[in-house]
T-cell receptor, first 116, second 113 residues
Framework: GNSVTQMEGPVTLSEEAFLTINCTYT??????LFWYVQYPGEGLQLLLK?????DKGSNKGFEATYRKETTSFHLEKGSVQVSDSAVYFC???????????????FGKGTHLIIQP | DAGVTQSPTHLIKTRGQQVTLRCSPK?????VSWYQQALGQGPQFIFQ???????QRGNFPDRFSGHQFPNYSSELNVNALLLGDSALYLC????????????FGSGTRLTVV
């Protein structure tokens, strides 16, 4: 079955530090990959996506590259801010053969804490 | 333009009871999915509804059932509640066939005592 593994948290960094959150996946076929962010008391928001191998998703300074050879989708940001403090989820979605869509499979989440 | 609306926000139920959670999708969306997010865990897919039919189901027992109405809104029902059903229940909507573009609600926090 499908699964997503991401690094355990919490991850604590100082403002302007470089961020990497590792994510690896197991899936048949060619899934689409996503990073979602969840701020306290809010629902999940799509941060970025990649739908095929070697695609790079980017948004708000965050980037992640779909690496099929290593089945990875690591999240990176060059200089984090206090406002980036949140829980980050890596997820995948595999299209079913009938043309419909499988539900999202999420990792357990990584709590990121940025200190001033 | 309203996003996904879920009600109630919080709910406390007793073990063995039944509960109904409600979701109104984002305007223009016709597909609704439900997820269970236990504390400290990622969301787990429960099921997805489109055209008032359950289209796909995750690994959840039959105690979890749902319904979609002609206006695309949806309900999640859980019977014979267990303590382990305590979680944040998230509703997500999108257009059928879209590969991404899910919009998530803020969730209903269910506590079973």
């Amino acid at each position: 079955g499908n699964s997503v593994t991401q690094m355990e948290g919490p991850v604590t960094l100082s403002e302007e530090a470089f961020l990497t959150i590792n994510c690896t996946y197991t899936a048949t076929g060619y899934p689409s990959l996503f990073w979602y962010v969840q701020y306290p008391g809010e629902g999940l928001q799509l941060l970025l996506k990649a739908t095929k191998a070697d695609d790079k998703g980017s948004n708000k300074g965050f980037e992640a590259t779909y690496r099929k050879e290593t089945t990875s989708f690591h999240l990176e940001k060059g200089s984090v801010q206090v406002s980036d403090s949140a829980v980050y989820f890596c997820a995948l979605r595999r299209l079913s053969s009938g043309g419909g869509a499988d539900g999202l499979t999420f990792g357990k989440g990584t709590h990121l804490i940025i200190q001033p | 333009d309203a996003g996904v609306t879920q009600s109630p926000t919080h709910l406390i139920k007793t073990r063995g009871q039944q509960v109904t959670l409600r979701c109104s999708p984002k305007s223009g969306h016709d597909t609704v999915s439900w997820y269970q997010q236990a504390l400290g865990q990622g969301p787990q897919f429960i099921f997805q509804y489109y055209e008032e039919e359950e289209r796909q189901r995750g690994n959840f027992p039959d105690r979890f059932s749902g319904h979609q109405f002609p206006n695309y809104s949806s309900e999640l029902n859980v019977n014979a509640l267990l303590l382990g059903d305590s979680a944040l229940y998230l509703c997500a909507s999108k257009r059928w066939g879209a590969n991404y573009g899910y919009t998530f609600g803020s969730g209903t926090r269910l506590t079973v005592v």
